[in-house]
């Protein structure tokens, strides 16, 4: 069974930063490409940032340059460094496992971007 848990997020000021954090269950983490996604209001789910488990990133366009994924394997953990926020970053974020063919989803955490 795998289990998900996102924690960070909340409100934060234009240009400032902020990390989000996904703790994961089982034993096949380190395995498992992790992404996160975001859904905006209005909006499909869009991807964000993936990690594989060797450790390779990529990342949608308007995130280059100052989003960062990273993972612990030792801590189950993936994680999501989110510098110089814009608005429109506002979304819930959900942390993803993909074990092929399915994806297992976190509850999401909102992040919140004034301006």
């Known amino acids: 069974q795998v289990q998900l848990v996102e924690s960070g997020g909340g409100l934060v000021q234009a240009g400032r930063s902020t990390r989000l954090s996904c703790a994961a269950s089982g034993s096949i983490f380190s395995d498992s490409a992790m992404g996160w996604y975001r859904q905006a209001p209005g909006k499909q789910r869009e991807l964000v940032a993936i990690?594989?488990?060797?450790?390779?990133?990529n990342y949608t366009d308007s995130v280059k340059g100052r989003f960062t994924i990273s993972r612990d394997n030792a801590k189950k953990t993936v994680y999501l460094q989110m510098n110089s926020l814009k608005p429109e970053d506002t979304a819930v974020y959900y942390c993803?496992?993909?074990?092929?063919?399915?994806?297992?989803w976190g509850q999401g955490t909102q992040v919140t971007v004034s301006s």
């Open positions: 990690i594989t488990s060797s450790s390779s990133t």
């Open positions: 993803s496992m993909i074990i092929p063919p399915r994806v297992y």
